[in-house]
């Protein structure tokens, strides 16, 4: 028994020799002998149990077997750049055999690159070390796991065309006075084992054309850095190739994470998973698209801006950079840059497509409307390059442009309306406005019909004074805007411009004042929609609040007193009801004499006279009756009921002739904007239920 634990012991003294000579030999002053720990010391024993106590590691048998046996180097600075090619070396074959933990170890671990594979046969664990320079491994085969755990590596991790024949393991690489991992390199290696992280901040990553054989987790681990306003940090998981489970469970992305064509053979797990930039998943492929776990996926801060901010600050790629290098013509780089922007914007709405398309397969609608949301911003943006492409081309299909104009203008109605029927507030404010809107308008209506009048009366002597001000008016808002290539300025451009040069063309074309009075009430009502649109999507606060709260008042009082505005079919059938008639106002100002005078003079037989002393109520409403229905008749008479009309009503005769003219004016406009306002109303009213229907538990 005593032989035995002596010739162990010296089988251990002799591995820990070769092992100093290996470290010893880029170190010759920085280690001795006894700072390696043998596996029967208790200092050992005890870092294993500390390390061993944290551990989570997703394996059965765990990164410490008991029959293993272990080697401290504690406290060390090393460089280990040519640990590789002396553990290859026949004369230090006993180390093969050993297991090492480098604890608190300040390490350099630049690996010399050699073309043919090197074999790693012994465990290492790097547990609290500093990695102050780049840490370099090429073209090596590690038969046993690689840990880092609790590291801090300054520099660059690079593993480039590597076989990790068991796991490479990085655990607690965070803290929070600093992110631990810089940048993560790992292009072209092959892991047959696990390859896990787990609790690390890692500022870039790039996995580009790996194989994972086995499972992947990348769990609560955070991808990226908040403060990063130029783009700098990437985080690419492109090309990569998972044939097993991978999990990517509670981690958060502060930058855009590209999966494009990546391939998910099994379970690809994104539980609670915080995208705070738009990530990328273009041209992937799911096998088992029931397999992947979307569940708790926080995407609560992409909206239409972060689809514009990504593709902006995506677009100039490297092929980008190729293609415009030494190019002098500012509108071919124009050119060149839709079409890069265009290409991005695709991709990106074929991106949130394949993550919609798997959640419709789970038979997740609720998930998916998130997603196909996204994607309709996506298409919004994608019409509005495509737009600008077209706009510069010589022989442009006109009708084209029109379709492509109409359709991102319809988008972007959806967006800032319902949020393409998400959004059910918001599509019940915009609905209340428009009621406000045309109930405030036919009331402007009716209390403004006489100054409109009087303003086309003059409106031919001042027809040079309008048209400049028209032009001050436009320049004012393409400044506002400043956006020359905004297919929304120009849209606001085109429908003022269009607006006043049809009332310009009125006012020459039509002889009678009553037609352009009606007219511009009708561009006036369709200018206060635009206006109203642009109120809604004021982003302001305070605004916002007032603007509402303005809005559910006087939508208050509409419903108390003019509850038929929310009929649509109201105003296009029964336009009497909108409004309060001024002629009869005015008729009811009469006497009775007046009154029974005016009905006799309209229709001859009238048998009711001023003899009969007791005329009651009913039969003066039949009077009243008689005249308000035959009141155009007024507008008609012949001399001799005309010069009696005047004897009996004096100028209230000629008030009268006006409020006829007021009431047809105003009945004509109600009756020619309830069309538009009909169309509006049932639209909201379609995405009302549309919007309400979705966001239920019933599948629409």
């Not at 561009?523 to 206060?528: F, G, N, Q, R």
Request: glycine share 2%; aromatic share 16%.
């Amino acid at each position: 028994m005593i032989k035995e634990t002596h010739r162990k012991n010296m089988r251990e003294y002799k591995i820990r020799r070769q092992l100093f000579n290996i470290l010893s030999k880029n170190n010759p002053n920085n280690i001795k002998e006894y700072d390696i720990s043998i596996p029967e010391y208790k200092k050992i024993k005890k870092i294993i149990e500390k390390i061993k106590g944290k551990e989570d590691f997703r394996q059965s048998d765990g990164l410490f077997s008991d029959d293993e046996k272990w080697y401290l180097v504690c406290k060390a600075t090393l460089d280990l750049s040519s640990l590789c090619d002396n553990m290859n070396n026949i004369q230090y074959n006993a180390i093969t055999q050993c297991n090492i933990i480098f604890s608190e170890c300040n390490i350099s671990l630049n690996d010399k690159q050699s073309e043919n594979n090197r074999i790693v046969k012994t465990k290492l664990y790097f547990y609290n070390c500093t990695f102050e320079k780049t840490l370099n491994l090429k073209n090596i085969i590690f038969e046993k796991t690689l840990t880092f755990n609790q590291c801090k590596f300054k520099r660059k991790i690079r593993m480039y065309s590597n076989i990790f024949l068991s796991h490479l393991v990085f655990r607690d690489c965070y803290d929070k006075q600093s992110k631990k991992i810089t940048s993560l390199d790992l292009q072209e290696n092959e892991f047959k084992g696990y390859f896990f992280i787990k609790n690390c901040a890692i500022e870039k990553i790039n996995l580009w054309k790996n194989k994972f054989k086995n499972r992947c987790y990348f769990m609560d681990c955070e991808f990226g850095y908040r403060q990063d306003k130029d783009n700098q940090a990437k985080l690419n998981f492109s090309n990569t190739h998972f044939e097993d489970n991978v999990y990517f469970n509670n981690s958060e992305f502060y930058n855009y994470a590209d999966f494009h064509e990546c391939e998910f053979d099994d379970i690809a797990c994104f539980y609670g998973v915080k995208f705070y930039k738009t990530p990328n998943f273009s041209a992937c492929y799911f096998k088992e698209p029931k397999a992947v776990n979307l569940i708790n996926v926080d995407i609560d801060k992409l909206d239409f801006k972060s689809v514009e901010k990504y593709i902006e600050d995506n677009y100039k790629d490297e092929s980008y950079k190729n293609e415009t290098k030494g190019i002098q013509d500012e509108k071919e780089i124009f050119k060149i840059q839709n079409e890069y922007r265009l290409r991005y914007a695709k991709n990106l709405k074929d991106s949130f497509r394949v993550i919609k398309d798997v959640l419709i397969t789970q038979n997740n609608t609720l998930e998916a409307q998130e997603w196909h949301k996204l994607e309709l911003y996506a298409k919004e943006k994608e019409n509005h390059i495509n737009l600008s492409i077209k706009d510069r081309e010589k022989n442009a299909d006109i009708f084209k442009n029109i379709l492509i104009w109409f359709n991102c203008v319809l988008l972007n109605v959806y967006r800032n309306t319902s949020d393409h029927h998400n959004d059910f507030l918001k599509i019940l404010n915009f609905t209340v406005g428009m009621i406000v809107l045309y109930g405030v308008f036919i009331f402007f209506c009716q209390a403004c019909i006489e100054p409109y009048s009087k303003f086309f009366n003059e409106l031919k002597s001042s027809v040079i004074f309008i048209i400049i001000g028209i032009l001050v008016f436009l320049c004012c808002i393409m400044f506002y805007f400043n956006r020359k290539k905004s297919i929304f300025a120009k849209s606001i451009f085109f429908i003022i411009a269009m607006v006043f040069i049809v009332l310009y063309l009125v006012t020459y074309f039509y002889k009678t004042n009553e037609y352009k009075t009606i007219l511009y009430l009708v561009m006036c009502y369709i200018l206060s929609i635009y206006i109203c649109y642009f109120f809604f999507n004021i982003k302001n606060i305070i605004f916002n609040i007032v603007f509402k709260f303005m809005l559910y008042l006087v939508f208050l009082f509409f419903l108390i007193n003019s509850s038929q505005l929310i009929n649509p079919f109201t105003g296009v059938f029964s336009s009497d009801k909108l409004y309060e008639s001024q002629f009869e106002k005015s008729l009811n100002d009469l006497n009775t004499s007046a009154i029974i005078n005016l009905a006799s003079i309209l229709q001859s037989d009238f048998n009711l006279h001023l003899k009969d002393q007791n005329i009651s109520f009913t039969e003066l409403n039949s009077a009243k009756a008689l005249i308000v229905a035959n009141k155009e008749n007024l507008l008609k008479l012949n001399d001799a009921n005309l010069n009696r009309a005047k004897e009996v009503l004096g100028e209230k005769y000629t008030e009268l002739l006006k409020t006829i003219n007021q009431d047809k004016i105003t009945e004509n406009t109600i009756k020619s904007t309830s069309v538009l306002y009909g169309i509006i109303l049932l639209l909201c009213i379609f995405s009302l239920q549309k919007t309400a229907r979705k966001n239920s538990i019933v599948p629409s």
